[in-house]
């Protein structure tokens, strides 16, 4: 992002540095790889052209320490979605809509904990 960009989330995200499925809870299939995650939404990147407005009951796999993962439960409606080059098809961003409390605090801990390669640890 350029530095004349002015950030428009309420929330930092967390980029993955490591593989991360998204699964569709209706169809039990991946739906994307997941790129970031913050407290308000994530991004995927995915082969399927996904509507803005359309929401979605998913599970994020979220990587943790030592090769555990954590899987949090969550309904969240697409906001943007665009064509790209790379490694799929399409990005689509979504913005979190409903969670249990329990997932809520399970993401809310991950994006706290989570330690990007190279970046600075907090004090």
């Known amino acids: 992002m350029s530095s004349k960009t002015q950030e428009k989330r309420r929330f930092p995200r967390k980029i993955l540095e490591t593989t991360s499925e998204v699964f569709d809870n209706d169809t039990g299939q991946p739906i994307g790889t997941l ?15 996904v509507r803005p407005s359309e929401a979605r009951n998913v599970t994020l796999v979220l990587p943790g320490p030592k090769g555990t993962d954590r899987k949090v439960t969550l309904t969240a409606e697409c906001v943007w979605c665009q ?6 098809r399409f990005a689509a961003g979504f913005a979190l809509r409903s969670i249990t409390d329990q997932d809520e605090v399970a993401l809310n801990y991950y994006i706290r904990d989570y330690q990007m390669v190279g970046e600075p640890q907090e004090a």
């Open 35 to 49: 790129e970031d995650v913050s407290k308000g939404g994530f991004s995927i990147l995915t082969d399927l052209k």
């Open 83 to 88: 064509t790209i080059s790379d490694r799929a």
